[in-house]
Structures are given as structure tokens and as C-alpha cells.
């Protein structure tokens, strides 16, 4: 059974850090590219960071420089480390495993609230 279990979320203030992991299960997890995505009340989802399966790396503009995304086969667990938080950054935090087939799962969200 596959399951992706992000943790790491909260509440924290403008300019604090917070680290979300996501744990695998049930799929051979380096194989597949992995990213987070968040999404914030009456937005669309987005993609926040991808990390192949190679270990190419992709941020979108607004958390370049803020944010690290890392994967750790041995664990099967990708990371999120997010520093300098900002207000707009609030949003539910969802982890997804892409395969080359174009397989995807998605992990149930990890809710980060940043208070100004």
C-alpha cells in the first residue's frame, strides 16, 4: 500500500523556519521524482520544489533562496527546509511522488500557518 506521510508543519512567526519531511511507503521511492506543492484558501495548488530522482532540483521564484528541498533514499524521506517564512507562505503543504510512467501519489497535506 502506498502512502506518503508528511509531518512538520505549524505555526510559526514571520522570519522563523520550519522543516517538513515526507515519508514513503509502498513504492520503490528513488526511482521517483519527488516535489512538494502547497496550496493556500482560494488559490490553486503549486509546485513550491521538485528533486528528480538524479537530484536535479527545481524552485519556484518566490521561495528561491528560502527554501531547500533534499531526498534521502536510505530513509525514503524528501525534505523541505524552509527559512525566513513569510506571511504569504501559509498554505497546506502537500508531498507528491511522480514516476516515469507518470504514476502519481499524493501525500494527505501538512498545514504551515506563518504569523506576522
Known amino acids: 500500500q502506498v502512502q506518503l506521510v508528511e509531518s512538520g508543519g505549524g505555526l510559526v512567526q514571520s522570519g522563523g523556519s520550519l522543516r517538513l519531511s515526507c515519508e514513503a511507503s509502498g513504492f520503490t521511492f528513488s526511482t521517483y521524482s519527488m516535489s512538494w506543492f502547497r496550496q493556500a484558501p482560494g488559490n490553486e495548488r503549486e509546485l513550491v520544489a521538485a528533486i528528480s530522482s538524479t537530484g536535479r532540483i527545481t524552485y519556484a521564484d518566490s521561495v528561491k533562496g528560502r527554501f531547500t528541498i533534499s531526498r534521502d533514499n536510505a530513509k525514503n524521506t524528501v525534505y523541505l527546509q524552509m527559512n525566513s517564512l513569510k506571511p504569504e507562505d501559509t498554505a497546506v503543504y502537500y508531498c507528491?511522488?511522480?514516476?516515469?510512467?507518470?504514476?502519481?501519489?499524493w501525500g494527505q497535506g501538512t498545514q504551515v500557518t506563518v504569523s506576522s
Open positions: 507528491k511522488a511522480l514516476a516515469v510512467s507518470a504514476y502519481v501519489y
